[in-house]
């Protein structure tokens, strides 16, 4: 639109001009020698312009005749480019998809056509098409060339970095991701890799100072961030426990205000403060976080706050702790336990019991063999319970990438993921024919082996042989001579059906019981 009104103007000005020559005739006389020409002043501007044009063209044409082998030249070169570049685009398509002699084929073209302009995605198709071909030596040869060039530098780190991951060399990727990370502190794997590194040595502090520049970067959402500080203050408090309780107990309190339901960080913050003789303290960070969550580690942190305590003082502890949480299933186990501790084995019965009829897993079964031995009760009937236990549903643990540890720790020990582990039931599966294959559980196999079968007369006197009656489901409808309901105690235990197992003829060994 506008180059038409700017044709239109020029038109409207050339108009313009004729009309005003001619309103305004004159005469333009030329003598050349002995010949005079004579002529109008209009005829005269026309032949002016018109030669001016001439000379015009002639100087374009004399430009463009010494220029041509340049343009000639240009146009090759950019068709050669053009096809280069569509080689290169082609190729790393085909690396992507994984088609290794499409992506060779194309990288060696790019090569050839675009080996004047030194582009380094050429480079980069090299190394990518030899890591699909196996040729893992190629590629880390490439990424090292491309080290000495600043525009490719942190793509040759992070390629580097990979290698030495595949080939398990931890140290030469945290050296590439340390490197890449001074390069550029901003880039998220990079400082992540350092930050797993750190973590793994055990460099809490060099970790936080990390985690502290990607929060500050806007890397990591502050949520994300917090948690991560309090997984890493609590690994530091850790570590701190044994050697500097003042210390460990600042960091870990730190940890707790930051993730109070991290399980970790009130147990390491309530056992420095033991070691420092503050048992209150201790207890209340305990009691704060058992009412978010409850745990068994808390529980065993807080009855064995005073280490010359008596039983009967950690039973009084764990009832204490127990009615913050009175309905949880972990609450049943530590009063069992600890009732066992403390001789009281009416209440131990309640409270496992109890616990059956929540959760009839691993756990309480060994809970109950444990009870049945305590009890004075018979072989068969403790090897009944370890049996059940072999087959029940396993307890929580701290797991991490299907890895089932003792205790929790900061990282993942298969990834190196950090705030990995959690505190569930580890993870079954089913064969083909339908039936759980659950992981190894050394605690109830091994404590079943070691027992003998019982062949002969029991510990209590009773005689007889064969196999002992062993415990029916452990939650039934009230019904059949078999169902006895269980009492109601001063805890508080309902009256509920609870299946028992026959009672034995005489000269037979004693049968389970639940209370």
Not at 189 to 195: E, F, I, K, N
Not at 241 to 253: C, H, I, M, T
Not at 273 to 295: C, P, Q, Y
């Amino acid at each position: 639109m506008l180059r038409i009104l700017a044709f239109l103007l020029i038109v409207l000005a050339a108009a313009l001009g004729f009309s005003w020559l001619q309103d305004h005739p004159g005469a333009v006389s030329l003598t050349l020698g002995n010949a005079v020409m004579e002529t109008s002043f209009t005829v005269f501007v026309v032949l002016e312009l018109l030669l001016l044009g001439i000379v015009c063209l002639v100087v374009w044409l004399v430009r463009s005749f010494f220029k041509a082998p340049d343009r000639v030249g240009r146009f090759f070169s950019t068709r050669r480019r053009d096809k280069g570049y569509h080689a290169l685009s082609s190729g790393i398509i085909a690396a992507g998809a994984g088609d290794a002699a499409l992506a060779r084929r194309m990288t060696k073209r790019s090569q050839k056509l675009l080996a004047a302009r030194k582009e380094p995605l050429v480079r980069f198709l090299d190394a990518q098409t030899a890591m699909i071909e196996g040729d893992h030596e190629r590629a880390r040869a490439v990424f090292q060339s491309m080290e000495n060039e600043p525009e490719t530098r942190l793509l040759a780190m992070r390629g580097l970095y990979l290698e030495a991951e595949r080939l398990g060399d931890a140290a030469a990727a945290r050296h590439y991701a340390e490197r890449a990370a001074r390069i550029a502190p901003h880039v998220p794997w990079a400082g992540g890799a350092v930050l797993e590194s750190k973590t793994i040595e055990g460099d809490y502090d060099g970790a936080l100072a990390i985690l502290e520049a990607q929060r500050d970067a806007r890397l990591i959402e502050k949520a994300e961030s917090s948690r991560l500080r309090a997984v890493l203050l609590t690994a530091k408090a850790k570590t701190l426990l044994d050697r500097d309780p003042a210390q460990a107990r600042k960091a870990a309190l730190e940890a707790v205000s930051l993730a109070p339901t991290l399980v970790p960080a009130a147990v390491t913050a309530a056992r420095a403060m033991f070691r420092l003789g503050d048992v209150r303290k201790g207890s209340n960070v305990i009691e704060r976080a058992w009412e978010k969550t409850v745990h068994p580690e808390l529980a065993s942190t807080y009855i064995h706050a005073r280490a010359g305590d008596s039983a009967e003082e950690r039973l009084k502890r764990a009832r204490t702790l127990a009615s913050l949480q009175p309905t949880h299933v972990e609450t049943h186990l530590m009063l069992a336990n600890a009732a066992i501790d403390a001789g009281d084995l009416t209440l131990a019965r309640i409270e496992a019991t109890a616990a059956l009829r929540k959760e009839p897993r691993e756990g309480v079964f060994l809970l109950l063999a444990d009870l049945e031995e305590a009890e004075g009760g018979s072989e068969g009937a403790v090897r009944e319970w370890l049996g059940r236990a072999v087959r029940a549903p396993r307890d929580p643990a701290w797991t991490a990438d299907g890895i089932v540890a003792e205790d929790w720790a900061p990282v993942s020990p298969v990834t190196g993921r950090l705030d990995a582990f959690e505190w569930k039931v580890p993870a079954q599966h089913v064969d083909a024919h339908g039936a759980v294959i659950e992981g190894e559980r050394p605690s109830a196999r091994e404590r079943l082996a070691a027992r003998p079968a019982e062949t002969g007369p029991n510990r209590n006197g009773n005689g007889g042989h064969g196999r002992v009656a062993g415990p029916a489901a452990p939650v039934a409808a009230a019904s059949g001579p078999s169902a006895t309901a269980a009492p109601g105690g001063a805890h508080g235990a309902p009256d509920r059906a609870i299946a028992m197992p026959a009672e034995p003829a005489k000269g037979e060994g004693a049968g389970l019981r639940l209370f």
